[in-house]
């Protein structure tokens, strides 16, 4: 197309009005196709100038994000990118990119959508060079949120079908307090029918009660054990943001020093510089990381009895350490103890539903740590030495965008 301007250009002064005049309409017919297929785009696009001013925006690029100059179109068009985005975290990925002169760089954002739905957005700039020379950045908007959605019901998959084994055990569980209920009933039923035999009168009142007892413990023992399964297979009904960890991570730390220092137990805590956003669920996140914390507290209480109650002592016998840290593409969160520590052998058991060594445990908080890292599409791993302590490590994968852009600034 171009060569062909170029051509006719030198060539105008000997054209006709009427070919002048045809060629203005292929021109313009060319114009309006490379339109039409810009808006068929799937992706949304944002040219904007050397002055991050809007060139041209796709109608794909208008539906993905909410604009705060949707009725002025003036001032949209007059105004800075970011000025005009109604996300503030968008927006201040684009002024910042603006500040640095950055291209070749993506980020991935979680936004609600008029009938609250969460979606997913991947944000990309690249440079827009015409002529060899820059004249500006395309900003590129791919919507994520069905291939987010199905890795998560893939996920919610398998988990699934790990509950075919938790309800066999459940089974043997239930089948021993039957059992013993049908024994009981039995009893009380035969001596009821023999006394009858005798004129009617009922069996001494110890007796029954002594059956009676039985069968309501295990009764109660049933209701329980039905209780803690319902707890154990509900789904984890995850509402998967991007979301800062270290603002979660701080704000636990700040919420639990005080009260564990009462007891000479320190809480460190060592984040991590440009700690990228993760997907996972806010509070599910604080629920994983609150029952760890809780099971370090009582490890140190187990090995050092003197931490059980409230000391003077300015000396930290027992130590909690949480370090964030990257490796690769995971972020890896360390969560360790000088507690009493735990065996090869309990270690191998820790996930597993019921098993616990505590006297009142449920064995099933970290059952619900796994589910809860599992939902993140993340690890966990338990590393443990008795009478020396336990380092839990929590890996949960970065985001990755469609492609892998390299981060560069503009000389």
Known sequence: MREHVNRISQRLQKLSPDQVKNIFKSVVT?????????????????VVNMQWKILKINKIAERYLTFGYHSDE?????????EIFAEPEIAEFLKTCAKEKRSNTSEEFTISDANGSTRFLTVSIFSFVHEGQMRG?????????????????????????????????????????????????????????????KGGMLPEKKFLEDHLDVVNEEIEDLNRLVMDFLFAVRPVNADLRLVNPLKILENIV???????????????????????????????????????????????KERYPECSEESSNPQNIGTIFIKVKRKDDKILFLIADNGAGMSDETVSKIFEPYFTTKANGTGLGMTMVYKIIKEFSGEIQVKSELGKGTVCTIFIPIPQTDKKLIVRKEQ
């Open 30 to 46: 060319e114009n309006e196709m490379l339109d039409s297929i810009l808006e068929s785009l799937s992706t949304g696009l944002i």
């Open 74 to 82: 003036q001032k949209r068009d007059s105004a800075f990118l970011w």
């Open 137 to 197: 950045n395309i900003v590129k908007i791919y919507d994520t949120t069905e291939n987010k959605k199905a890795e998560i019901r893939l996920r919610r998959m398998e988990s699934m079908a790990s509950l075919t084994n938790l309800a066999a055990g459940m089974a043997h569980e239930i089948k021993n307090p039957l059992g013993a209920i049908s024994i009981h009933i039995q009893l009380i039923q035969k001596a009821v029918a023999k006394q009858r035999e």
């Open 254 to 300: 700040v919420f639990f020093k005080p009260e564990i220092n009462r007891f000479s137990i320190s809480l460190d805590f060592d984040g991590l510089q440009n700690c990228p956003k993760l997907l996972i669920d806010e509070k599910l996140f604080r629920e994983a990381i609150v029952n760890l914390l809780q099971n370090s507290l009582a490890a140190i």
